[in-house]
């Protein structure tokens, strides 16, 4: 093990706890996600707040554990696309922007997850354990990465429509 396999445990660490404490709030509160998902344009939105909560909670378990961790980079990639087109991208760069705060954060992750992808999980995941941490990184971990971008936007297609302005 080198320095870059630590510092892939950590990228790989931070993103997974970010995205499952997302995860259980959306979970916790399916009635209120849902409520808030609908008021941003997404129908339908309880099974949306539903799976939303469940796939950031698989998303981050994939990441924490290095566990098929280039498919599970993609999926926080999918969120990050969907959050950023939907609801942060209209209130500019910054997050302390309001009312919906700017797209900074989400982009962040979105280049995190990127690099988690393409340079693999590194020698501290249960992916080396099952000898594939090579196998999803590199060119494959570039095109995860595009494969999340689209996904976001199929999702983006097939569930959102822009909310009429007040």
Known sequence: MDVLDYVLLALRLWLGIVIIAHGIGHARNVDGTAEWFASKGFHPARPIARMSGLGELAIGAGLV???LTGPAAAGLIVTMTVAFWAVHRPAGFFVYARPDEGWEYVATLVVMASAVAVLGPGAVSLDAVLGIDEALDGWIGLLLVAGGIA???????LTWRAPDPD
């Open 65 to 67: 554990l290095g566990l």
């Open 151 to 157: 996904a976001g936007a199929a999702q983006l297609a």
